[in-house]
C-alpha cells in the first residue's frame, strides 16, 4: 500500500497559502525582513521570516478568538487549507487522525503572562498560560477540525514536524488510520529568539544557507500540514495526489546536543536509510531540500555528509530557509509541501543568494526558481538539537 | 536476533528511589538535585557532563544508566538499530520555566537553553550510550502505554531496529517520575513479555 | 589580579557546573578546554555570558573567543584590559 500526498496547506513569511507561497519563488522575492509584530527590542537590527499579519488579523481570518497562542492561530491556518482539500467522499467513514508538532507550545502566551506575574500576580491573566503545553495547541486545532479518531504531538526540535509525518504515513500503513494530517507550527517568540542568539548562532544579516561567508540562521514562523492519505482511498474517492511519500528515516547523531559531527554520520545515516526504504539509489533523487540553517555547523556537517552519500554527482539541491527562515518544529513540514509542490508542479526550488561554495564541497545551490518536468524523487532533511536526525522522499505517483 | 520481544530490563525511578526490574537498588532521601547526583557517581564517577545538565536529563540519564552500565551485554543491538521511544505530558516546561525566570532577570544562559526541549534528554542518553537509532518524543495527556507498544512493534516488525528504549520521563517543580526499559528479542523463556500489561506493571511498581 | 584569578577559578566551577573540581585544583594557565576540565563549545558561551554578566567585558564574534577563553590567565588579562570603569 502506497501513502500518497493528496493536499497541504501553508503559512509562512512567503504567503498565507501555497499559492502566495509559490508566487513568491516565481518572483524570486523573500520573506525575510524586519519583525513587525514580535516585541523584542533587537528588532532593528535582526532579520526574521515573520508571518505577514498579526495575531487579530490571523484570528479573524479563521474566526478564532484573538487571545489564542499564535501556534494555535498557525497551526488552524494551515491545516484548515490542508483538511479542506479533502473530498467528502474520503472523509465518509475514514478514521482521521491530527498529528501535530510544535517546540514552542503556548510560550508565546506564557512568556507575556509571566511578566505581568511578576509585576503584579493578582491581576496577571491565568487564561494566557491555559494552553501552555505543547499539546494544547493539537487538541484546539483538532477540536475546530473536528478530527476525532487520533491526535497526538511530536515534539524533537526541528524534526518535529518531519517525523510527525513519518508516524502519519506507519499508521496508514498499519491500518490503524485512512487519512491523517501531519506537520507542524511554530510562531516567533522572545524566548526563543534570545535562546538562539546565546548559541551565537544568529545572524543579524538575512542569512546566506550553503555560502561559504555564512553567519548564522535567521528565526522564521509558520505553519504546514499535508494531508497523507491510503492509495485505495485517494483512487475511490477521487483525490488528486500531488506525490506518494516513498521513504523516510529517523536517526540520532549522538554527538551533541547542538552541533551535528563533523562526518554528518546522523544526517548521512537518515539519508542512506530512507533511500533503502524508498528502494532507490542516491542517483535516483532529482533534488534536495536541505535542512540547510546558514549556520557554520549544520552546512558544513549536512554538506558533508551528501557528499559521503551522493560522491561527486549531485543532485540539484537549495536551502528554502534563505527565503523562509529556519521556522523549528514547522520546517520539516514547510519543506515537505514544498517538496510536494515541486513534483506536482515540476519545479525546482533555489537558494535566495549564493555565491562561494562551503570550503572543501564544491556545492553550488539552484540560484533560481525554474520548471523541470523530469523531477521524479525529492529528499527533503530535517535536523533537530538532541542529534534528531530525519530525510523523507517524496516521489512522483 | 532471535526470539519472542521482551522486556530485557527496567528501571523505574521516583520518590528518590531507583527500582530495577521491580527491586529498589538505591535510595536516598532530600533533594533531587542531591539524590540524582549520589546515584549516577554511585554508577559512574566519570561522565561529568552529568553535572550540567537540567533535571529531566539528569533523569533520563541516571534512568539509562541504571537500566545498562552495569550489564554491558544486555545492549546487544548494533548502535545504529537501537532506538528510544519516550514521552511525557509536560515536555521541557521545568526547564523553560527556569530559563523563562532567569531571562526575566537579563541572565541569559545558552547551556539552559539548550534543555528547553523535550528531546534533549534522549540526545543526552545517545551521546552517553552512543545509540543511533531512530528517537522520538510524544508529548500526551498521559502515558499511553499502549500507543507506545504498537509504535514500538511496528519498528520491530518493520526490523528498522534491534532493541529499542521505551519510557516515560516527566519532571515538572517537585514532580518527577524516571521510566526506561529495554526492550528486544530473546529466548530466555523466564523474561517478561512485551506488552501493555507488563509495561504497566513495571510503570507502577 | 590573584584575586581575579582566584574569583575567576570559582566562578567557573559555580557557572559551568563542575562539581568534579575545585577551584584551587585550576592552574592559572591551564588550559580550559579540550582535557583539563571537560569543557565544550556551550561552556565557551556560558563564559561569554559570564564574562559579560559579572565584569561587563564583551566577547563578540569579531574577537577571538579561543584565545581570550584559553585560560584563566589569559581571561584575567582580558578583563583587566576590557573591563569599563567603575
Known amino acids: 500500500m502506497e501513502v500518497l500526498v493528496t493536499g497541504v496547506g501553508i503559512i509562512c513569511a512567503l504567503g498565507l497559502n501555497q499559492e502566495e507561497v509559490l508566487a513568491s519563488f516565481e518572483q524570486h522575492a523573500s520573506g525575510m525582513g524586519r519583525a513587525q509584530h514580535l516585541a523584542t527590542r533587537h528588532q532593528p537590527d535582526y532579520t526574521f521570516g515573520e ?46 487522525g491530527f498529528i501535530s508538532a510544535t517546540s514552542v507550545g503556548g510560550m508565546d502566551k506564557s512568556e507575556s503572562f509571566f511578566e505581568d506575574y ?17 499539546g494544547k ?146 542517483s535516483d533523487i532529482g533534488y534536495i531540500n536541505m535542512h540547510g540553517t546558514g549556520t557554520k555547523n549544520n552546512d558544513s556537517a549536512e554538506g558533508t555528509a551528501i557528499r559521503r552519500l551522493f560522491g561527486a554527482e549531485l543532485p540539484k539541491l537549495s536551502s528554502t530557509k534563505s527565503f523562509t527562515g529556519h521556522t523549528l518544529a514547522a520546517s520539516g513540514a514547510i ?63 | 536476533m532471535k526470539g519472542e520481544l521482551k522486556i530485557l530490563r527496567s528501571c523505574l525511578i521516583r520518590d528518590n528511589a ?38 529531566l536529563a539528569k533523569l533520563g540519564l541516571l534512568a539509562a ?23 511525557n505530558t509536560n515536555a521541557s516546561a ?19 537553553f539548550v534543555y528547553t526541549l523535550p528531546n534533549i534528554v534522549v540526545g543526552e542518553i545517545c551521546i552517553r550510550h552512543q545509540l543511533k537509532g531512530e528517537n522520538t518524543f510524544f508529548v500526551m495527556d498521559n502515558y499511553d502505554i499502549e500507543l507506545q507498544t504498537a509504535y514500538t512493534n511496528t519498528l520491530f516488525q518493520n526490523q528498522l531496529v534491534e532493541q529499542c528504549l521505551v519510557g516515560w520521563l516527566e519532571f515538572l517543580g517537585s514532580e518527577y517520575c524516571g521510566f526506561l526499559c529495554l526492550v528486544g528479542p530473546s529466548e530466555q523463556a523466564d523474561l517478561p513479555n512485551y506488552t501493555t500489561e507488563k509495561v504497566k506493571h513495571f510503570f507502577t511498581k | 589580579m590573584d584575586q581575579l584569578k582566584a574569583d575567576l577559578k570559582k566562578l567557573l566551577v559555580e557557572h559551568l557546573n563542575l562539581q568534579h573540581i575545585k577551584p584551587e585544583e585550576i592552574g592559572d594557565d591551564q588550559p580550559i578546554f579540550g582535557e583539563g576540565l571537560g569543557l565544550d563549545s556551550i561552556d565557551a558561551l556560558e563564559l561569554i555570558v559570564m564574562l559579560q554578566q559579572h565584569y561587563g567585558v564583551r566577547l563578540t564574534k569579531a574577537e577571538s573567543g579561543p584565545q581570550v577563553l584559553y585560560s584563566v590567565a589569559t581571561m584575567a588579562d582580558y578583563i583587566t584590559a576590557h573591563q569599563k570603569q567603575a
Open chain 1, 118 to 134: 511578576l509585576t503584579n500576580p493578582a491581576t496577571a491573566d491565568v487564561r494566557k498560560v491555559v494552553n501552555h503545553d505543547c
Open chain 1, 137 to 282: 495547541s493539537t487538541d484546539y486545532v483538532a477540536k475546530k477540525l473536528d478530527i476525532k479518531d487520533f491526535t497526538t504531538t511530536i515534539s524533537t526540535a526541528c524534526s518535529s514536524s518531519a517525523n510527525a509525518i513519518m508516524l502519519g504515513a506507519r499508521m496508514i500503513k498499519s491500518g490503524l488510520l485512512d487519512i491523517v494530517v501531519a506537520g507542524g507550527a511554530d510562531p516567533l517568540t522572545r524566548f526563543t529568539f534570545n535562546g538562539f542568539n546565546t548559541l551565537m548562532i544568529v545572524d543579524p544579516e538575512q542569512c546566506r544557507p550553503l555560502d561559504e561567508s555564512r553567519e548564522g540562521l535567521n528565526l522564521g514562523e509558520g505553519a504546514a500540514y499535508v494531508v497523507l492519505m491510503a492509495d485505495h482511498l485517494a483512487a475511490n474517492s477521487g483525490a488528486a495526489p500531488l506525490c506518494r511519500l516513498s521513504g523516510y528515516s529517523n536517526t540520532n547523531d549522538a554527538y551533541h546536543q547542538t552541533a551535528l559531527s563533523d562526518e554528518g554520520e546522523g544526517p548521512y545515516l537518515a539519508m542512506s536509510r530512507a533511500l533503502a526504504a524508498s528502494g532507490l539509489r542516491p
Open chain 2, 18 to 55: 531507583i527500582i530495577v526490574d521491580g527491586e529498589m537498588v538505591y535510595a536516598r532521601p532530600g533533594s533531587f538535585a542531591d539524590f540524582a547526583t549520589a546515584a549516577f557517581t554511585a554508577r559512574n564517577a566519570a561522565y561529568p557532563k552529568f553535572y550540567k545538565m537540567d533535571n
Open chain 2, 65 to 87: 544508566e541504571y537500566l545498562l552500565a552495569d550489564q554491558p551485554a544486555l545492549l546487544s543491538g548494533s548502535p545504529e538499530k537501537v532506538g528510544l521511544v519516550v514521552g
Open chain 2, 94 to 112: 521545568d526547564t523553560d520555566l527556569r530559563y523563562a525566570a532567569m531571562a526575566r532577570q537579563d541572565l541569559a544562559s545558552p547551556a539552559l
Open chain 1, 51 to 96: 508571518v505577514k499579519l498579526s495575531n487579530e488579523a490571523l484570528a479573524a481570518r479563521s474566526g478564532l478568538p484573538a487571545h489564542l497562542s499564535r501556534t494555535i492561530l498557525l497551526s488552524y491556518h494551515a491545516a484548515r487549507e490542508a483538511h479542506a482539500s479533502i473530498p467528502a467522499q474520503a472523509l465518509a467513514g475514514a478514521r482521521v
Open chain 1, 335 to 397: 519543506e515537505a509541501v514544498l517538496s510536494a509542490k515541486a513534483l506536482q508542479l515540476g519545479c525546482i526550488f533555489p537558494n535566495y543568494t549564493f555565491s562561494e561554495s562551503v570550503a572543501g564541497l564544491d556545492m553550488q545551490p539552484e540560484r533560481a526558481f525554474h520548471a523541470d518536468a523530469s523531477l521524479q524523487h525529492v529528499l527533503s532533511n530535517s535536523f533537530g538539537f538532541g542529534g534528531n536526525c530525519s530525510s523523507l522522499i517524496f516521489s512522483r505517483n
